[in-house]
Nanobody
């Protein structure tokens, strides 16, 4: 069974950093594009950043460009989201999901195998 597990969330002060991890089990990430998404209370889920299977193509939401970096280590079957200069508006549950279109880095693809999410709270 395809499964993704997110980790690395927590409470951080504004301006701080966190690194989220998305680990896969039951399948090899090599053949999947991976996306990070977030959902804040009362808001719709939004795509944060997405990466192609090779890591050669990435996309970011305008709100996180220059602050967040997505990367992947296929040998470890893991995708990361480095989040710097965090703002209170980044507070949300962050999810990762897989898209079986390996060359895509669009966050509007056919994503599935959603993880359970990890909470990120940015507050002083």
């Amino acid at each position: 069974q395809l499964q993704l597990v997110e980790s690395g969330g927590g409470l951080v002060q504004p301006g701080g950093s966190l690194r989220l991890s998305c680990a896969a089990s039951g399948f090899t990430l090599d053949y999947y594009a991976i996306g990070w998404f977030r959902q804040a209370p009362g808001k719709e889920r939004e795509g944060v950043s997405c990466i192609s299977s090779s890591g050669g193509s990435t996309n970011y939401a305008d709100s996180v460009k220059g602050r967040f970096t997505i990367s992947r280590d296929n040998a470890k079957n893991t995708v990361y989201l480095q989040m710097n200069s965090l703002k209170p508006e980044d507070t949300a549950v962050y999810y990762c999901a897989a898209d079986p279109s390996p060359k895509s880095s669009s966050c509007h693809g056919s994503f599935g195998s959603w993880g359970q999410g990890t909470q990120v709270t940015v507050s002083s």
